[in-house]
């Protein structure tokens, strides 16, 4: 598993198809019949699988990207006792859609994904795009900061 940081932003958009087999092949043993080795990388956040620490990171990556380009979102804080339904991904979609739509990204950057998101290519779509998106943010923030507080194009500088 890679996770790409941006600032202090965090974007995992590697996940594959093996990934998801290693899930479905520790689920078809059941933990019970896992060796320590196989339930210690179950207990892991697994690529292959959609967990809490992904969607934390999701929506907190959201609402900052959000903050930055100056766009509305909902903030939403997953536990175990709050699972996400259809609704709270369809909020992500639409989110990810506005902020996809507000600020430029780069030329190969993803457009949003169709509903549902239920699929590893879809979340990569999603984790990609908030990627992009921050960091074109930052990339142009960088570069105001660099420009300085004057600019002297045209300004005699001395020369007569």
């Not at 598993?1 to 594959?16: A, H, P």
């Not at 080795?37 to 292959?48: H, T």
């Not at 992009?132 to 105001?144: E, K, M, P, S």
């Given at each position: 598993?890679?996770?790409?940081?941006?600032?202090?932003?965090?974007?995992?958009?590697?996940?594959?198809n093996e990934?998801?087999?290693?899930?479905?092949?520790?689920?078809?043993?059941?933990?019970?019949?896992?060796?320590?080795?196989?339930?210690?990388?179950?207990?892991?956040?697994?690529?292959?699988?959609?967990?809490?620490?992904?969607?934390?990171?999701?929506?907190?990556?959201?609402?900052?990207?959000?903050?930055?380009i100056g766009?509305?979102?909902?903030?939403?804080?997953?536990?175990?006792?709050?699972?996400?339904?259809?609704?709270?991904?369809?909020?992500?979609?639409?989110?990810?859609?506005?902020?996809?739509?507000?600020?430029?990204?780069?030329?190969?950057?993803?457009?949003?994904?169709?509903?549902?998101?239920?699929?590893?290519?879809?979340?990569?779509?999603?984790?990609?795009?908030?990627?992009?998106?921050?960091?074109?943010?930052?990339?142009?923030?960088?570069?105001?900061?660099?420009?300085g507080d004057?600019?002297?194009?045209?300004?005699?500088?001395?020369?007569?």
């Open positions: 598993m890679s996770i790409v940081y941006v600032g202090n932003l965090g974007f995992q958009f590697d996940r594959t990934d998801v087999e290693e899930v479905r092949n520790l689920a078809a043993i059941g933990y019970h019949n896992m060796t320590t080795a196989q339930k210690a990388r179950w207990l892991s956040d697994l690529p292959g699988a959609l967990n809490l620490s992904d969607m934390n990171r999701i929506e907190a990556d959201i609402a900052a990207i959000a903050t930055e766009v509305a979102h909902r903030a939403r804080q997953w536990s175990k006792a709050n699972k996400p339904r259809a609704s709270d991904f369809q909020q992500i979609h639409d989110d990810v859609a506005v902020i996809r739509s507000s600020y430029a990204s780069q030329a190969d950057t993803p457009s949003v994904p169709d509903m549902p998101l239920n699929t590893w290519q879809k979340i990569n779509k999603i984790e990609r795009i908030l990627h992009d998106v921050h960091f074109t943010y930052i990339t142009n923030n960088g570069a105001l900061d660099y420009m004057e600019l002297y194009a045209g300004d005699g500088i001395g020369v007569l």
